[in-house]
């Protein structure tokens, strides 16, 4: 393609993110926080003398560890990378002939779908965030976070994120991992 500069990336809903993002932060605190006060309570009001000392201290030790997991995986659902493909010499470059064209004559591309070589070598090119996607991985161009994701599973309105990645990448084990962390609190 030809040396031409590319239209800037499109402009997420924040505004719809955040109000996401807020309930599923607010929920998983307030579980957190629940479950930390109850497991206070308890001990405060309950005869600890039937359990063994270490054993009474190993529970309430197991509780605080899983609270803390769920606010690194709160964390990391809501502040993680789930796989957004950059924009970089390698993802952008060569770009389609129509693309390249466009751009040099400045028009818009958001009246093109997305592109394939003939050959498919580079996967798709998505006209929106100007980037190759790669041709074995599962990606998507999420709507709501105007990006293109590897690994997409879902755009979450609980957390106003992607949910993406596989069990090595993204932030899909922290995902799993809230979830599971939430059902054993209760």
């Known amino acids: ?57 190993l529970l309430f030790a197991i509780i605080h560890v899983q609270a803390l997991a769920a606010l690194v995986c709160l964390e ?36 093109l779908r997305n592109l394939y070589l003939d050959d498919d070598s580079r996967g798709s090119y998505c006209v929106r965030c100007c980037v190759w996607r790669p041709r074995k991985r599962s990606c998507h161009h999420c709507s709501t976070c105007q990006r293109c994701v590897l690994d997409f599973d879902h755009h979450c309105g609980f957390f106003g994120r992607c949910i993406a990645g596989t069990w090595r990448s993204g932030n899909m084990p922290f995902f ?10 209760f």
């Open 76 to 111: 990391r659902v809501v502040r993680g990378d789930p796989g957004t493909i950059k924009r970089s010499k390698e993802t952008c470059h060569p770009l389609p002939d129509v693309v390249a064209d466009r751009l040099a004559r400045g028009l818009r591309l958001d009246d």
């Open 1 to 57: 393609g030809l040396n031409v500069d590319l239209p800037p990336l499109p402009e997420p809903d924040h505004g719809q993110k955040w109000s996401e993002a807020k309930c599923g932060i607010y929920n998983v605190l307030f579980i957190v926080t629940l479950v930390l006060v109850l497991t206070h309570c308890v001990a405060l009001n309950s005869d600890v003398g039937s359990l063994p000392s270490s054993a009474y201290w």
């Open 176 to 185: 799993v991992a809230i979830i599971l962390l939430g059902w054993c609190a």
